[in-house]
């Protein structure tokens, strides 16, 4: 590769030549939970774009006579969680944490995957093994023997928060319960109705959020459609494992651009996800054609729409009384969306209930970083100010838009972490059980 | 969309004081920012006046009001209520200060070695700010392994004749270099990694311990001070700097160091948390990219965001976006300089006067004061004084003309003045006339 065409490829590769900005301000390392916590992780400024110089740019063939087989000058990258902190804080515009996720992505290209991570990056696999053997697969799961056989044999740290599998997924409970509506987009009102990409989380583990999410759409007048998807990827993507990646992102986005070129709206309950379809999969995996710019201009994150139609007048704001203290933790990905905190503005319109931002940063687990035997004790020890603030408010719940935030600190603290629309639809649910009381019981008034 | 009574761009101290006043006044303000500004690199100090034969702040800012030109000549009111303000939010946080603009301007250390003036300082580099006493002394004490604090060095250029304006300084200045436990064998160790170390109540037991016995040694006994690199705690500073106070038997003074700044770092959150507990909201990571203006009045700002913009409805916009280094004026090859959000009229000498023979000359770099023109109430005007931009804008901080900041050291005094008139020009007290149906009062309704 000539230097011409180092230099025209550096200039279509939007994450890495944003290094050239970096004045060495150091405002990222401020703001990093990782290296708060640990002398292990030297820093976002010297992992990035301190050591992005040295990189060799993606694609570019081995340097002949090179004695150096791998493309990171720097092993602690890996250490990076990329919860995008680092991101945020750039008055310079580097985009510190992508450039991370790629160094991490260059480190595996040219190795087999381990076993842990090829695991981890695919909850969809696991999901569809897990369901079916749902006792035995959570009993496994609570069995100290079979978690310290676990973390031995695979990598996958004995305490952490792994979630229960559903007995059966979400995609069964829903064509069980309204019949198989794999609609084609011709057939629906794009006004009227929105996909729903539910991804895995939903699917396998917590199929009460997508049916809170499905409730609260429908009651107002939206037909949710459910399209045929697979993971969205990001797991891959945060494993460096871009390759399988992005076969599932060609996947979904042949189904969803469908729909988004139909107008439709595509919704998501997985913070993680709806950012993956907005940007990673342009940002990070390089599909950035037009089938991914449809699907990142149509793919909201379920608060944000529900916001959206508030503000234009057309939510219904009905909700029940409830007279609570409710902590809400923005995770890191809603964050990295820009939309602001659309989940406390909606908690804010339920009566009496005080929705408050914690305002601190991660929680530490950030996807799947958390669950690895290495990296276990650096979450733990990155969430502990949240665990902290949140055992002190003294509440029994809170609420948080990312699953693996919510397993993990719900498994710290003890404490009962939703999603913010479960509790949106219980105030919709509540709302109609006072009328009813209210029109059971007339003298009460 | 959102909607919010002002947006206020820019996350500077002048950003950040305007937020804080709107919100405590009751209004529903989004400061947007694309990272994190000024605080994160100054002093934490509050710089807001010091010239050349001016004994007193107040007597520099009336010198400096005098030039119908600076902003000082329609902030000079505004400012000592707004300082006062300021100091008693971030008393109220836990981060007292110290000084008044009718003290004294007096040499404080710096961290080369040389002295800055300086009068209204926090409480931690309060010690700095007292007349030297016959026969007092001076130790620079600093961790051994730590390259951002020289004692030697320092002590050395404290020495020098001229070092304290001829002004009585210490008697005697001494470095010290104490090995603190553990910090030698760090594999990183910068201003925030020892400001943590120092939170550890058990660590820090041992490094004053540390630091009386080679105090001790060194013979270096009282009466005296000691200049301190600025790390005494970050969260927890408030009891850091009592114990340094109570266990150290010379009176311990912070001496801020290179970016990234802990007093500054400091000075930030407790703003932040004092916006955050005013319900007031703060968005850092995108770049706000394009007002929307209609019939000659701000209605909108639109921020980037991972799918679309992120855009907020509002009738005021306060730009607080800086100077040329802050991104608020950018330079072009034509020569010229615009203002990027907006294009207003920016006030700045003709391109070849850029290339001063001086940079460094007394009299100022003629670009330095290159800004926007605004009115007694902040609203941008152009060079012949008639109103300039959409109507519903004020302009804050260092992005106002007719400043020098780094030689007038009036950066800070422009910020939190301009800040808290801009807001208070705006001040929300009764019921909103013309704004959309605030979240809030939709729920009482």
Known sequence: MSITELIEAAAHEPVTSTADGCLKCNVCNTVCPVSRVTDLFPGPKYVGPQAQRFRLAPGSPPQAGSVMPVLSPDHTVDLCSGCGFCTNACPAGVRIAEMNSRARAQMRADRRPHLRDWLLGQPDLLGRVGVPLAPLANAALRNRAARWVGETLVGVHRHAPLPTFSRRSFRTRWSRSRGRRLRAPGSADPERSVVYFHGCAANYYEPEVAEAAISVLERNGLEVIVPQQVCCGLPLISNGLYAQARARARHNLTTLATFARAGFRIVGTSTSCTHTLKAEYREMLDLDDEDARAVSGATWDICELLLDLHERDRLDTRFGRSDRHLPYHPPCQLRSHGIGLPALDLLALVPGLDAVDLDLDCCGVAGTYGLKREKYDIAMAVGQPLFRKLRESGADEAACDSETCRWHIAKATGIRVRHPVQILAAAYVAYAAAEAEAAGAPSDG | ?445
């Open chain 2, 1 to 445: 969309m959102p909607s919010a009574d002002a947006v206020v761009v820019g996350a500077g101290l002048a950003g950040l004081s305007a937020t804080l006043a709107l919100a405590e006044a009751g209004a529903r303000v989004h400061l947007l920012a694309k990272g994190h500004a000024s605080t994160h690199w100054a002093s934490g100090g509050l710089d807001v006046a010091a010239l050349p034969r001016a004994v007193t702040v107040r007597e520099a800012v009336a010198r400096l009001a005098d030039d119908a030109r600076h902003p000082y000549a329609i902030l000079s009111d505004a400012l000592p209520p707004a300082l006062e303000w300021i100091r008693g939010m971030l008393q109220h946080e836990g981060l007292p200060y110290v000084g008044t603009i009718d003290g004294p301007v007096v040499p404080v250390p710096t961290s080369i070695g040389a002295t800055r003036p300086a009068a209204i300082l926090p409480a931690a580099q309060a010690a700095a700010l007292r007349p030297w006493e016959p026969g007092e002394r001076l130790v620079v004490c600093g961790p051994g392994g730590f390259k951002d604090y020289w004692p030697h060095a320092i002590a050395r250029g404290l020495r020098r004749a001229g070092a304290w304006w001829g002004s009585a300084g210490p008697e005697r200045v001494d470095p010290l270099v104490v090995e603190l436990p553990g910090v030698r064998d760090r594999l990183n160790l910068d201003a925030i990694e020892l400001a943590r170390l120092f939170e550890e109540p058990g660590w820090r037991w041992d490094a004053f311990a540390a630091i009386r016995r080679a105090l001790i040694i060194g013979g270096l006994d009282g009466p005296g001070r000691m200049a301190l690199p600025a790390v005494l705690g970050l969260d927890d500073h408030a009891a850091v700097l009592a114990e340094a106070t109570s266990e150290l038997p010379l009176e311990p003074f912070e001496v801020p160091l290179m970016p990234p700044s802990v007093p500054g770092l400091r000075l930030y959150r407790a703003l932040r948390a004092a916006i955050v507990r005013a319900g007031g909201r703060v968005q850092i990571g995108q770049a706000v990219v394009r007002i929307g203006v209609r019939d000659g009045r701000v209605v909108e700002v639109a921020m980037e965001a991972a799918a679309r913009q992120f855009v907020v409805r509002t009738d005021m916009l306060i730009m607080a976006t800086g100077g040329i280094a802050g991104g608020g004026l950018v330079g072009h090859p034509d020569g010229t300089l615009r203002e990027p959000l907006l294009d207003l009229p920016v006030e700045a000498p003709p391109a070849m006067s850029w290339l001063a023979r001086e940079p460094l000359a007394a009299g100022g770099h003629p670009l330095e004061a290159a800004g926007i023109r605004s009115d007694a109430e902040l609203r941008p005007v152009d060079a012949s004084g008639r109103p300039a931009g959409p109507a519903g804008v004020r302009i804050c901080g260092s992005l106002l003309a007719g400043q020098r900041y780094l030689r007038e050291r009036c950066g800070d005094g422009v910020a939190v003045a301009s800040g808290w008139l801009a807001a208070g020009a705006h001040r929300p007290s009764a019921p909103r006339r013309d704004a959309p149906q605030s979240l809030a009062g939709e729920v009482a309704g």
